[in-house]
């Protein structure tokens, strides 16, 4: 999209949610019958702390804005976390890559709805939101507190070379698609974390290698048995992952159903 057809949408974008709007929920009490409806441009740009002309001109896709307004743009015309997507989108900002508070909520019943598929929510940095019985169930290793990231974990873990064959392969899949997204988002800290953890693998970073879709195999030694599964990412929107791991024979669906 050029830069002046990207000006256009955003300016289109910000009229029709700024007509959306009701001036009753902003305590503008209306007198008589308005030419347009939701508020005008002055009532937006004063609840945004823009001046009124700079807001003009965004809507008629005349001008480039910062971040910053957008994002006070998008408080003020109290944007769905899709839509301030959109917006930033439309300005030529990338996601955050931070989920919204409503996804766990909203994708929990998916995750405990596959029984028998171990599953874990991730957002962008591949941060651990949440998982199923299942992945419980597989993984019996503890998860740090607060939210912890999938592949700072695994690389850190003592039980690792034990559980997963091959144990590296696993973990390089996991980088390759992390890597595939790490320019739209904060992911310094994970970077230098990996390279502490494993610096046998930091060429991983430098090799520039990506992958972002596409399955691959893994098999994990329990106790008892060798559960084999076929693995793919998810992406239910922008900001979050789900890691689904889909067993691939009786044995293991059997070993699972025991446990779930």
């Known amino acids: 999209m050029s830069g002046d057809l990207r000006r256009r949408e955003l300016g289109a974008f910000l009229r029709a949610s700024r007509e959306r709007l009701d001036p009753a929920d902003f305590g503008i009490a209306v007198r008589g019958r308005r030419r347009t409806p939701g508020l005008r441009r002055e009532e937006i740009a004063s609840e945004s702390g823009v001046g009124l ?3 003009a001109w965004l809507e008629q896709g005349r001008v480039q804005t910062s971040r910053e307004v957008l994002e006070a743009l998008a408080r003020t015309m109290r944007m769905t976390h899709e839509e301030r997507r959109h917006l930033l989108a439309l300005g030529g900002y990338a996601a955050d890559g931070v989920a919204d508070d409503g996804l766990v909520a909203r994708l929990r019943p998916l995750l405990d709805n596959w029984p028998l598929t171990p ?7 591949f941060d651990v939101l949440a998982g199923n019985a299942a992945h419980a169930a597989v993984w019996p290793e503890p998860a740090p507190t607060g ?18 064959v091959p144990e590296e392969q696993f973990l390089y899949e996991l980088f390759l698609r992390f890597r595939a997204r790490a320019d739209r988002f904060p992911a310094e800290d994970v970077v230098a974390g990996l390279r502490e953890l494993r610096p046998e693998l930091a060429h991983w970073w430098s090799c520039r290698a990506v992958r972002e879709f596409g399955s691959w195999p893994v098999t994990v030694l329990a106790d008892d048995a060798r559960l084999r599964f076929e693995c793919s990412l998810l992406r239910p929107d922008d900001t979050a992952t789900l890691l689904v791991q889909a067993p691939v024979d009786a044995e293991t669906r059997e070993w699972l159903r025991q446990r779930c």
Not at 147 to 164: D, I
Request: hydrophobic letters at 55%.
């Open 53 to 55: 002309a700079w807001y």
């Open 119 to 125: 599953a874990l929510l991730l957002d962008q940095r």
């Open 147 to 164: 939210r912890p990231n999938l592949l700072l974990s695994l690389a850190g873990s003592a039980r690792l070379e034990s559980l997963l």
